[in-house]
């Protein structure tokens, strides 16, 4: 099953931007659960597109005001939500940020 793992943070998050994942990717990859990934650039750097009305409305950052922004995401493919979860607990971001798990339809 695939599930997309959304990883995100508050302002405090910034201070890990270039921390990495160091050994969770390592074993992740050896695991062979990783299909895709990345991180991103900062919420400021965000454009959100909106079409209402047949008009096109851009903001500059993201569209919500919310105390944390998605700052990366990985992508993986395991067994069932059970893998799911310990695979995204391992992650560093988990212990300062949040991560959120969907599957991919």
């Not at 302002?11 to 991180?39: I, K, Y």
């Not at 560093?92 to 991919?104: K, L, M």
Request: aromatic residues 4%; glycine residues 12%; negative net charge.
């Amino acid at each position: 099953m695939k599930y997309l793992l959304m990883i995100a943070g508050d302002e405090s998050a910034a201070e890990h931007a270039n921390d990495g994942c160091g050994s969770w990717s390592e074993e992740m990859e050896a695991r062979g659960v990783v299909t895709g990934g990345a991180g991103l650039r900062p919420p400021t750097e965000a454009t959100t597109v909106r079409v209402r009305s047949g008009e096109l409305l851009l903001t500059d950052g993201p569209f919500a005001e919310t105390k944390e922004q998605i700052g990366g995401f990985v992508l993986i493919d395991c067994a069932d939500l059970d893998e799911a979860i310990e695979i995204a607990a391992k992650h560093p971001a988990a212990s300062y940020g949040t991560i959120e798990i969907r599957p991919v339809l």
